[in-house]
C-alpha cells in the first residue's frame, strides 16, 4: 500500500513562490509514476506535472515555466517548486502516484493514478 502526505501549502502574494512536498512510502514499483495535481472545489480537477522513475517530466501548459517537479534520491519525496504564481494558481494541491509505463505518465491521464494525499491548500492573493 502507497501512502502519500503533502505539506508545504499556504497563502502568499502574486508573484510569490512556494515548495510543496510529498512524503511517500509503500512499495517503490507502485509509484514509477508521481504527479501532483489541483483542484479547485466545482470545477474539474487539473493535472499540473508528473515526473517517472527515469525523471522524464510532463507539465500543464497554465504552468510551463513556471513550475518545476523533482524528487529526491531516495524516490521517497516528491517537490514541486512554484514560481511566479498567479490567483488563478490557487487550488488544492494533491500528490499522486501510480504503477505506470512512461508514455503514460503524463498530467492527461489522471484517471489512472491509484494513490492520492489529502491534499494540501494553495492559496494566491492578487
Known amino acids: 500500500q502507497v501512502q502519500l502526505v503533502e505539506s508545504g501549502g499556504g497563502s502568499v502574494q502574486s508573484g510569490g513562490s512556494l515548495r510543496l512536498s510529498c512524503a511517500a512510502s509503500g512499495a517503490t514499483q507502485s509509484r514509477s509514476c508521481m504527479g501532483w495535481f489541483r483542484q479547485v472545489p466545482g470545477k474539474a480537477r487539473e493535472g499540473v506535472a508528473t515526473?517517472?522513475?527515469?525523471?522524464?517530466?510532463n507539465y500543464g501548459d497554465s504552468v510551463k515555466g513556471r513550475f518545476t517537479i523533482s524528487q529526491d534520491d531516495t524516490k521517497n519525496t516528491l517537490y514541486l517548486q512554484m514560481n511566479s504564481l498567479k490567483p488563478d494558481d490557487t487550488a488544492i494541491y494533491y500528490c499522486?502516484?501510480?504503477?505506470?509505463?512512461?508514455?503514460?505518465?503524463?498530467?492527461?491521464?489522471?484517471?489512472?493514478?491509484?494513490?492520492w494525499g489529502k491534499g494540501t491548500q494553495v492559496t494566491v492573493s492578487s
Open positions: 499522486a502516484a501510480a504503477r505506470l509505463p512512461s508514455n503514460y505518465c503524463s498530467v492527461s491521464w489522471s484517471e489512472l493514478f491509484e494513490y
Open positions: 515526473i517517472d522513475f527515469d525523471g522524464d517530466t
